[in-house]
């Protein structure tokens, strides 16, 4: 077999295995949201089964309470012995730990599988060394179980023997799933004096809907993926030569999950994993989708062209789909953390949000979920700066662009180029531009830049971005 047939061959073999891969992915969460249903009907026959047929209310709620005492026992393993969980602690856990120390609601949000429940579950172990009694800090997920907070309470301080009143750290995981979750959250920390209340969740919108009522009570952390920093550590790697320190930065642009760092992990699988569970689960639940696929082809489209601009009018009609719903379902997995919309740059606010957008993956790993298809170099660095610099913006004017425009007074301009010889007239829109009164030019390692576009713009290698754009913003 001769080496074209041989790589034909295998490249299908990938592919179908892949497919089938995916496959087995979206029926397993299929069948987990069918549990969790099934779960909810028991719960609510039972209630109707008591009503309709005089049932006896007691022996409803004995039933009721065996369940949510199970629950509470399996999350609070820490009553018992500590949590399992890694050394490694993210950047933003001893902010945490400070947070802790007052009365504020603490809120932590940020995409899944970058480490929100396991950074919590750090902080408990971390207490609790510290001498604050494990039965005082009650931790319940709602991914599986939404029974109302103050009954989650409630069995709480019965189960353990507590007092009502008594000085308790209360922290309610993937709060999105509650219905009314902010009120029930205000009801409780305006009850619970003493209490310290931490909720988390993995969707923006969800967690920032009925904000108005926590204003004033509340603390809010977002926690992205890691850093390149967290990457090496987690490697156990310290970076001594610019050509190794950009072989690993390619190699963090795929693994930014900290799961996904270790060699054994599939980086493949484990975004399809991650992806199918957002599309066909999170956005089910939350927002009583029927049909996920088109979702789902959307969020390819963007995967495989980042920063391309999408019209809704035009993607209506390529999917034969309600223009409507194609913003909707846009503005779903940008609430999901799945996608970034950057808008086009005008001093007037409202023309930008009129204007065209781009879209972008969240954050550059999310590319796996269109593999085998390769995304070349330029569009995936371009992702990488967006997801580094939290852009927000990009600047295009009868032809004329600026990739991005970001800072806190929105007068730094960014513009990325990966080509191995970075021309002067490769950023002329940059160096020309007025709206702009910084110029960066992110370059790939081992490129030639031109020493007149020094002169106008300060270039930065890829890999060292942040560290520099976070010294030079302060």
């Not at 001893?94 to 899944?112: A, C």
């Not at 950074?119 to 997920?141: C, E, R, W």
């Not at 409780?188 to 969707?203: A, F, P, T």
Request: glycine share 4%.
């Amino acid at each position: 077999m001769n080496d074209a047939v041989y790589a034909e061959v295998r490249h299908e073999i990938i592919t179908d295995y892949a497919k089938v891969r995916h496959q087995i992915v979206t029926v397993c969460v299929k069948l987990r949201h069918k549990i969790v249903t099934v779960c909810e009907k028991v719960r609510h026959e039972l209630r109707r089964f008591t009503h309709e047929c005089g049932g006896d209310l007691y022996t409803l709620n004995m039933l009721l309470h065996v369940l949510l005492n199970e629950e509470l026992r399996i999350q609070n393993k820490h009553w018992v012995t500590p949590f399992d969980t890694p050394k490694f602690h993210r950047r933003l856990f001893d902010e945490l730990l400070l947070n802790l120390n007052n009365k504020f609601i603490l809120s932590v949000m940020g995409p899944r599988r970058v480490g929100k429940t396991t950074m919590l579950k750090q902080a408990i172990n971390h207490l609790v060394k510290d001498g604050t009694d494990p039965t005082d800090i009650l931790y319940f997920s709602l991914d599986t179980h939404t029974k109302d907070l103050l009954s989650i309470y409630n069995k709480f301080i019965e189960e353990l023997d507590k007092e009502m009143w008594g000085q308790y750290i209360l922290i309610f995981d993937e709060i999105q799933y509650l219905d009314n979750w902010a009120s029930q959250v205000k009801l409780l920390y305006d009850s619970l004096e003493h209490c310290k209340i931490v909720i988390s969740g993995s969707s923006t919108t969800d967690l920032r809907r009925g904000k108005e009522s926590l204003a004033g009570r509340e603390i809010e952390m977002f926690l992205p993926p890691l850093n390149f920093d967290e990457y090496l550590s987690l490697r156990g790697l310290s970076v001594v030569t610019e050509s190794m320190r950009w072989k690993e930065y390619l190699r963090y642009m795929n693994h930014q999950l900290p799961e996904m760092v270790a060699p054994s992990i599939d980086p493949r699988a484990y975004i399809s994993l991650l992806v199918v569970k957002i599309i066909s689960n999170d956005l089910v639940r939350l927002h009583g989708l029927k049909d996920t696929s088109t979702v789902d082809t959307i969020f390819r489209i963007i995967c495989k062209s980042p920063g391309e601009v999408i019209v809704a009018r035009d993607l209506s009609n390529e999917l034969g789909v309600d223009e409507r719903k194609v913003r909707t379902y846009l503005r779903y997995l940008e609430q999901a953390l799945l996608i970034r919309k950057v808008y086009n740059y005008s001093r007037n606010a409202r023309k930008s949000e009129h204007r065209h957008k781009r879209y972008y993956p969240y954050f550059t790993t999310l590319h796996w979920y269109v593999h085998p298809y390769e995304i070349e170099l330029g569009k995936k660095a371009e992702t990488e700066v967006a997801f580094q610099l939290g852009a927000e913006y990009f600047w295009n004017d009868r032809g004329r662009e600026i990739d991005f425009i970001v800072g806190d007074e929105l007068d730094i301009g960014v513009e990325v180029n990966m080509r191995n010889s970075v021309m002067l007239k490769h950023i002329r829109s940059l160096v020309t531009s007025s709206i702009v009164k910084h110029k960066f030019v992110v370059v790939k390692h081992g490129g030639n830049v031109d020493p007149r576009v020094s002169k106008h713009a300060t270039a930065v290698e890829l890999s060292r971005l942040q560290l520099v754009y976070s010294e030079y913003t302060g």
